[in-house]
């Protein structure tokens, strides 16, 4: 079965749970939700990064365009010695249909060296889009992936844990039980993309 690691809500994860509970105000600057992301990402990224071999090549894979929040605090985790690549994947859910929609992908041919990769995306949902970020990953060449996320939803987890059990490992801070009509995590953290990037409005 798939590892899944998920917060509890005491000691150092209690303070997960505070910023998360803050992280709910719909009302936030975006700064401000850009600064929680990092923090919380932060609390994950201990949980999450494994040892790198000398000669191993670790990929970290930030899914467009939420998880660059987390791309840089969850970087400086690793070993100032650790060779890591980053990778960017496009991908956005049709509103209409709630699938994942491919729209940038750059994957050179993988190097021997990357066994190992980690997806970055705070929000995971439906799982739809953790789901096509894995089988991409996979194709690829990858034979192990950690999954990062700061939320998701009960039923996002369960998919993601049926679609490779042998070869991923999914770290998420917490879980809401449910979604509602559209696709969102209720209770949630509402549209994260938007509000990273003040463009609810647009």
């Known amino acids: 079965m798939s590892e899944i690691t998920t917060l509890s809500p005491s000691g150092l ?48 894979v930030v899914i467009l365009r939420s998880g660059m ?7 400086s985790y690793f070993p100032a010695d650790s060779n890591v690549v980053i990778y960017h994947l496009g991908l956005f859910r049709d509103k209409r249909t709630l699938q994942a929609v491919e729209y940038y992908n750059k994957l050179p041919p ?9 997806i970055l995306d705070p929000l995971m949902a439906t799982g739809g889009t953790a789901e096509a970020a894995i089988n991409i990953l996979r194709d690829w060449g990858l034979t192990k992936i950690t999954m990062v996320s700061v939320l998701a939803s009960e039923k996002g987890l369960s998919r993601v844990r049926s679609i490779w059990p042998e070869g991923v490992k999914v770290v998420v801070g917490a879980t809401d039980g449910e979604l509602d009509h559209h696709g969102y995590v209720k209770p949630g ?5 938007d509000r990273l990037y003040g ?3 647009l």
């Open 110 to 118: 993988r190097s021997p060296d990357i066994v190992h990769g980690y």
């Open 69 to 75: 929040a987390m791309q840089d605090r969850f970087l």
């Open 199 to 201: 463009t609810q409005l």
């Open 189 to 193: 953290v509402g549209d994260i993309g």
């Open 13 to 60: 994860d209690a303070n997960y749970e505070t910023m998360l509970s803050k992280l709910r105000d719909p009302s936030l600057r975006p700064s401000e939700v850009r600064t929680l992301v990092s923090d919380l990402t932060a609390i994950l990224a201990q949980r999450a990064i494994e040892p790198v071999g000398p000669s191993e090549q670790v990929a970290v």
